[in-house]
């Protein structure tokens, strides 16, 4: 049988590795720079944990891991036999696969309340598991890069969150970057505006899909969810907004005039526009984007998405406002914001435009060749001096021709291959080639050194 791997699921190579690292330690570093410290938390969670915190469509990608031994012994033959899936889901399965980096952060949260100093600010790199379907840039098993603020509602977090963004791709050399950014409360309004308040979560969920399905498609969503052709025709003034973010929210501002809710949402988005207008945003641009929604239940402020232009690809980023997430597993009160960084999607974007550096992926700087075993160990009396000062350097592992450990060093790109035989044991030299340009010199130890440090 062919050997293979889940659909959804990659295998990396060594460059690969290297390149995701160097997108890794980049995010690290500006989240570090901006005051976030380190946490991690088990891969697999506790069900209760996990399910009914992302709405009915969240629920369904949550995979979940069977019981140890018998896992059918606490269901009855007569759910077997009416095929209860959700009652025996509950007793066949108690864990499951993180669906994000937020709630278990969260549940961590609660658990350590006594240890932690608040505003707490943590910064999460791991991965997670989504049942989803895989698709280009949608993997069934991918990285998150999150970053997340608990305990305070100050509104600076969000104007901080938009520069964090910012420095990054900025780092990255990714330009032509689009941070959306809506506000819940304005939607809140919005579906009080047009008569469907108590359809809220249906009409977010509808909306959040216009760029997949267009403007008819979330419309025909929204009827199928029973919110009425009224409704839908007083919807219309929102999909037509143009002009400036501040211009938006002029406009927003008279149609919510009747929404308390939508007004206070209005007011936290113009903080935020006005703010970054005066600091400057380097790589990115914000984008008031009114039909942004983001499907997830738990946000309640301002919410952000992150495009780029140079590709479809969907969002490399997103977060938002959460005043009681905490409040799920008994902390109330505790209000928190974060966004997170979608590492394979950034990864695919850099690759397609060519922005990762040529060091990034580290080779040895240099082969010995192997003559035999008084050779070898004098080579890795070379090499271990090297090593010592950071310098990459290897032994080919047996004394084969030299034709095959030459073709080795060209495989690998390795740029210099170190020859030392008989005659450079006695003069304590070593001859190197320039695997590029062919050409041989002699050199001795500290010589090697700044040679390969070049």
Request: hydrophobic share 40%; aromatic share 10%; with cysteine.
């Amino acid at each position: 049988m062919k050997p293979s791997i889940p659909k959804g699921t990659r295998d990396f190579s060594s460059s690969e590795i290297a390149k995701r690292r160097y997108i890794f330690e980049t995010i690290q570093e500006v989240f570090e720079c901006y005051g976030f410290e380190p946490i991690e938390t088990p891969s697999f969670e506790n069900s209760s944990t996990l399910m009914g915190k992302y709405g009915e469509e969240g629920d369904r990608l949550i995979f979940k891991i069977l019981n140890s031994g018998d896992y059918l012994q606490k269901v009855s033959d007569e759910q077997l036999e009416k095929r209860d899936l959700n009652q025996i889901a509950s007793k066949i399965t108690e864990k499951a696969l993180r669906y994000d980096l937020t709630v278990p952060f969260a549940r961590y949260v609660v658990q350590h309340q006594n240890e932690l100093v608040f505003p707490f600010k943590r910064y999460q790199i791991q991965p997670v598991w989504r049942a989803d379907r895989p698709q280009k840039g949608r993997f069934r098993e991918f990285y998150q890069c999150d970053a997340d603020v608990v305990g305070s509602d100050s509104l600076w977090q969000e104007v901080e969150f938009v520069s964090l963004y910012d420095a990054v791709f900025d780092k990255l050399g990714l330009d032509d970057v689009v941070i959306r950014i809506n506000n819940r409360k304005i939607l809140t309004g919005i579906a009080e505006l047009i008569g469907a308040g108590e359809k809220l979560i249906d009409f977010t969920v509808a909306l959040d899909k216009l760029d997949k399905i267009g403007r008819e498609g979330v419309l025909n969503e929204m009827r199928n969810k029973g919110i009425s052709e009224e409704a839908l025709a007083k919807l219309e003034p929102v999909f037509e907004l143009t002009g400036s973010n501040l211009d938006q929210l002029q406009a927003l501002e008279s149609l919510l005039i009747d929404s308390e809710t939508g007004l206070k949402g209005v007011e936290e988005l113009r903080f935020v526009v006005e703010n970054l207008e005066e600091l400057k945003l380097e790589s990115a641009r914000l984008e008031l984007d009114i039909t942004l929604a983001r499907g997830l239940n738990y946000y309640t402020g301002a919410i952000f998405e992150v495009q780029t232009d140079k590709m479809q690809l969907g969002s490399i980023g997103g977060g938002g406002r959460y005043d009681d997430l905490t409040g799920i597993f008994g902390l109330k009160g505790m209000s928190g914001i974060g966004i997170s960084f979608g590492l394979d999607r950034i990864y695919m974007v850099l690759e397609e435009l060519g922005l990762f550096d040529e060091g990034v992926v580290k080779k040895p700087r240099a082969l010995f060749v192997n003559f035999g075993e008084k050779e070898a160990l004098y080579a890795l009396k070379a090499i271990q001096a090297l090593r010592m000062r950071g310098i990459r350097a290897e032994l080919y592992p047996s004394s084969a021709k030299m034709k095959k450990q030459m073709n080795y060093a060209d495989k690998r790109e390795i740029p210099f291959v170190v020859l030392a035989g008989e005659e450079e044991m006695k003069s304590g030299k070593f001859a190197v080639k320039n695997m590029q340009t062919g050409e041989q010199q002699d050199c001795n130890q500290d010589e090697l050194a700044l040679l390969f440090s070049a």
